[in-house]
């Protein structure tokens, strides 16, 4: 493989890991928080973390590389962080969303690194990275949204 594709792989394989992170996150957020409204959001972000992945996966594999598995150690740091938060907060919704947004800002900030690397990406690549940001920003604005909303109106927000 010529080093502009292991590049690109390299890239590709951040956002796999930024994927997964999230996609365990939110599992670890849907079993904090009592809330149905929130566990069903949280449900939706994780399966879409999964999709995500998929679509970079199949990117990754034909520019015939291969596709990282797992999370970052930055990732599981996250998700015990978030654990401790929860178990000390008392399942407080504000501090699980407080949480959710943080693991959403890295997320974005993955994209917009792979969106302004120094590689250039094939077409493909680059319009499902930017349709997948987009989606990951109206996500991070759902969450400031619900965090900053009074508990009872949160069922109105999305």
Not at 32 to 46: C, N
Not at 98 to 114: F, H, I, M, P, Q
């Amino acid at each position: 493989m010529e080093e502009s594709s292991k590049k690109i792989v390299a890239t590709l394989n951040d956002l796999i890991q930024i994927n997964n992170d999230r996609r365990e996150g939110y599992k670890v957020a849907v079993a904090e928080i009592s809330d149905p409204v929130l566990q069903e959001l949280f449900a939706r972000h994780s399966l879409q973390s999964e999709v995500f992945a998929a679509e970079l996966e199949k990117q990754v594999i034909e520019l015939q590389g291969e596709p990282v598995e797992g999370t970052r150690t930055d990732g599981k740091i996250f998700r015990i962080w978030m654990d401790i938060k929860a178990a000390l907060s008392g399942n407080d919704r504000k501090a699980i969303l407080n949480s959710c947004e943080y693991g959403e800002d890295v997320a974005l900030r993955t994209y917009e690194e792979a969106l302004m690397a120094d590689v250039i990406l094939p077409v493909p690549a680059r319009q499902i990275i930017s349709k997948q940001k987009r989606e990951l920003q109206e996500a991070h604005n759902t969450i400031k949204t619900l965090r900053d909303a009074p508990a009872s109106s949160a069922r109105h927000v999305f």
